[in-house]
C-alpha cells in the first residue's frame, strides 16, 4: 500500500493554474524526490497533502485512508520555511511541536537536537540563530519521534556543505530504518545521491514519475568516436534503431529506444561500414541533464 | 483534548516577553486611572470651599462600596485597548512566524487553532478582570468609611458586565488580527476605529435619531458592549433622563453583546478553516 496517493490534484490561484491534474503514489520505505523549477507546484503539493491548502478538485490519501489531522500526527513535516516562533529557544520551540503532535519526549527533543547539532545552542532564542540553524532546529521538529513519514520541502536551504552533507547521510540512515521520505528540492544532485524514487513536476504538470532508474534511463545513450566524425555521424545516420544524435566536444551521443541496442552491436555495426571506433562508451544520463531536458522549453 | 489547547497556548506565551510586559501595563494602568479619578474627587471634595461641598452633597462618593465597582468598570474600560493589542499580537504573530501553518502541519485541527486562541483571549479577560476587581476592591475599601457588608455586593453585577465587555471587545480585536493578518495595520485600524471612526459615526447617528426614532449608534460594534457599563450616577446625574434609558438598557446589551461575541467567533472559525494557510 503507498504511503500517499495523489489523485487528480488540481489547484490555480486565479487564473495561475499552480497544479493541474497530478497523480502518482509514494511508495512505503521509500526516499521519494519532487523537482521541478521555481514556480512547478511542489509546495503547493505538499502544502495540499499537509492541509494548509485546499486544492480545487481531486483527492489523497494518507496510508490509504481519507485524510485526518491525525494521520498529520504521524508525519514529521517541514514545508517551505522553518515555522517556528522566533521568541522561543529551540527547546520551547520542539516542546510545542511534541504538544501538538504527541510525537516524541522531553528526552527525544535533546536526542533530536544532539542529532542536528544543535545542543549546544538549544537555549538560544531562534531570532538569534543563522539561516542553517534554523533550518537545522525545522528538521529537528520534523524528525521528533522519529515519525515513520516525513515530508522536508528543500530540506537543504540555507546549509552549508558539511550540513549539506549531513543531512544526506540523515535521510540514507532513515531510509536504511524503513522510513518514508518524501522530498521536494532543487538540489538534483542531491536527490540523485539519495532518492530511488522521482517525480518532475513542470508549471503544475506531472511530466515523469517512477524509480529514479527508470526515469533516467528512459532511453540508452552510447558515446562515440571515431577519426573522422562527421562520417560517423553520417553512418550511424543509417542505424536501425536511432532516435536521435548529439554532436558534442566528447564525441558523438547516439539515443535509442531502451533496450533496442547495445555496443557490441554498434561497433560490429560501424566495422561493417568500413570504420574503427576510437571511443564507445555506454554513457548513463545525470539526473540533472534529464531535469534540463524535461523541463526546457 | 483542551488540557493539550491549555498546555500548547501556555508554552507559547509563558517566555513571551512582550505578552508579559503588556499585562504589567494593563496592571498599571487600572489603578492608574482609578486612582488618579479617585484622588482628583477627594481634592474636590476636601476643598473647603462651597462648590467643592457642594459636589460631595451632590455626588456622595461614587468610590465607595458599592458603587465602587460600577465607576471601576466605567473608568478601566478606557484602556481595553492594552489588552487588545496583547490579543491582535497572539494572532498575528502567528502569522508572521507562520506558526498558524506549522500548528496544522504537525496535527491541530483548524478548528483546534481557533480555540486555542479563544481560551487565550477567555483567560485574558479573566485576568483582566482580576486586575479591575482588585482595583475596586481597594479603592472601594479606602472610600468607604463604614463598609456595610450586606451592602458591598449590591452592585457586583459590574464584574460580570465588565468581563462580558472585555471579551466581547477582546474578541472583535482578534478578529481584526486574524482578517488583517499584519500586526501594526491591524493595530491602527483597531485605535482607529474604536477611538475615533465609531465615536464620530456614533454622534453621527445620534443626530439622526431624533428624524429616524432610533439611535443606530447603540448598535455599532463596541457601543453594543460599551452600553453594558452606562456612566456612574455621578456623571450620569447631568444628563439624567438619558442615564435612566441607558441603565433600563443594560439587559438588552447584554443579549446584543453575547450575541456579537458569538458571530464573531463563528466567523474566525469559518474564516480560518475556509481560507489557505
Known amino acids: 500500500m503507498p504511503v500517499l496517493e495523489i489523485n487528480a490534484i488540481s489547484k490555480s490561484y486565479g487564473k495561475i493554474r499552480a497544479l493541474d491534474n497530478v497523480s502518482f503514489n509514494i511508495p512505503k520505505g521509500s526516499v521519494f524526490g519532487l523537482l521541478g523549477p521555481n514556480g512547478s507546484g511542489k509546495t503547493t503539493l505538499l502544502s495540499i497533502v499537509l492541509d494548509v491548502l485546499q486544492a480545487n478538485s481531486g483527492v489523497y490519501k494518507w496510508f490509504g485512508e481519507s485524510p485526518t489531522y491525525l494521520h498529520r500526527k504521524k508525519i514529521g513535516s517541514l514545508l517551505e520555511t522553518p515555522n517556528l516562533y522566533h521568541y522561543l529557544t529551540a527547546v520551547q520551540n520542539l516542546r510545542i511541536t511534541q504538544t501538538i503532535s504527541g510525537r516524541g519526549n522531553e528526552g527525544d527533543i535533546h536526542a533530536v537536537l544532539e542529532k542536528v547539532n544543535l545542543h549546544e545552542r538549544k537555549n538560544s532564542r531562534f531570532s538569534t540563530y543563522s539561516l542553517g540553524m534554523k533550518q537545522r532546529l525545522a528538521i529537528a521538529a520534523a524528525l521528533l519521534g522519529d515519525p515513520a513519514v516525513l515530508v522536508l520541502d528543500e530540506p537543504t536551504n540555507g546549509l552549508d556543505p558539511v550540513g549539506i552533507a549531513e543531512i544526506r547521510g540523515l535521510i540514507r540512515e532513515l531510509a536504511t530504518k524503513g522510513h518514508t521520505v518524501i522530498m521536494a528540492s532543487h538540489l538534483l544532485d542531491e536527490v540523485e545521491k539519495v532518492c530511488d524514487h522521482v517525480a518532475i513536476l513542470k508549471r503544475g504538470q506531472l511530466i515523469a514519475c517512477g524509480a529514479v532508474e527508470e526515469v533516467l534511463s528512459a532511453e540508452d545513450c552510447l558515446l562515440l568516436s571515431a577519426a573522422d566524425q562527421l562520417l560517423l555521424t553520417e553512418k550511424m545516420g543509417g542505424y536501425p534503431g536511432l532516435v536521435r544524435m548529439n554532436a558534442t566536444a566528447e564525441g558523438l551521443e547516439c539515443y535509442f529506444a531502451k533496450g533496442a541496442s547495445s555496443a557490441e552491436k554498434v561497433n560490429q555495426y560501424c566495422f561493417e561500414q568500413g570504420m574503427v571506433l576510437s571511443q564507445i562508451w555506454a554513457k548513463k544520463k545525470r539526473l540533472e541533464e534529464k531535469f534540463f531536458e524535461l523541463t526546457s522549453e | ?277
Open chain 2, 1 to 277: 483534548m483542551i488540557s493539550t489547547i491549555l498546555k500548547t497556548e501556555w508554552l507559547k506565551l509563558k517566555n513571551y516577553r512582550a505578552f508579559w510586559l503588556l499585562l504589567a501595563v494593563t496592571a498599571i494602568s487600572y489603578p492608574g486611572i482609578n486612582g488618579i479619578a479617585y484622588y482628583a474627587f477627594m481634592d474636590s471634595i476636601d476643598a473647603k470651599t462651597q462648590s467643592g461641598q457642594l459636589v460631595k452633597m451632590l455626588l456622595g462618593n461614587p468610590f465607595a462600596f458599592p458603587q465602587s465597582f460600577h465607576t471601576t468598570a466605567y473608568l478601566s474600560s478606557f484602556f481595553t485597548f492594552i489588552p487588545a493589542i496583547v490579543v491582535i499580537m497572539l494572532i498575528t504573530n502567528e502569522y508572521m512566524f507562520k506558526t498558524h501553518r506549522q500548528n496544522i502541519i504537525d496535527g491541530w485541527k483548524k478548528n483546534t487553532f481557533i480555540w486555542g486562541k479563544f481560551i487565550s483571549v477567555l483567560l485574558i479577560t479573566l485576568i483582566v478582570t482580576l486586575f479591575y476587581l482588585v482595583v475596586a476592591s481597594i479603592i472601594g475599601t479606602i472610600a468607604t468609611p463604614d463598609v456595610d457588608r450586606a451592602k458591598i455586593l449590591e452592585k457586583a453585577h459590574y464584574i460580570g458586565l465588565f468581563s462580558l465587555q472585555v471579551f466581547c471587545q477582546l474578541s472583535i480585536a482578534f478578529l481584526l488580527g486574524l482578517l488583517i493578518r499584519k500586526a501594526f495595520i491591524a493595530y491602527g485600524i483597531f485605535i482607529f476605529y474604536s477611538f475615533i471612526l465609531e465615536n464620530m459615526l456614533s454622534g453621527l447617528f445620534r443626530l439622526k435619531s431624533k428624524k429616524w426614532g432610533i439611535d443606530y449608534g447603540h448598535y455599532l460594534p463596541f457601543e453594543i458592549s460599551d452600553r453594558l457599563i452606562p456612566l456612574p450616577p455621578f456623571i450620569g446625574k447631568f444628563n439624567e433622563a438619558d442615564n435612566k434609558l441607558a441603565i433600563a438598557a443594560i439587559d438588552s446589551h447584554v443579549v446584543y453583546t453575547l450575541a456579537l461575541t458569538a458571530f464573531v467567533w463563528l466567523l474566525s472559525f469559518y474564516i480560518f478553516k475556509k481560507r489557505d494557510l
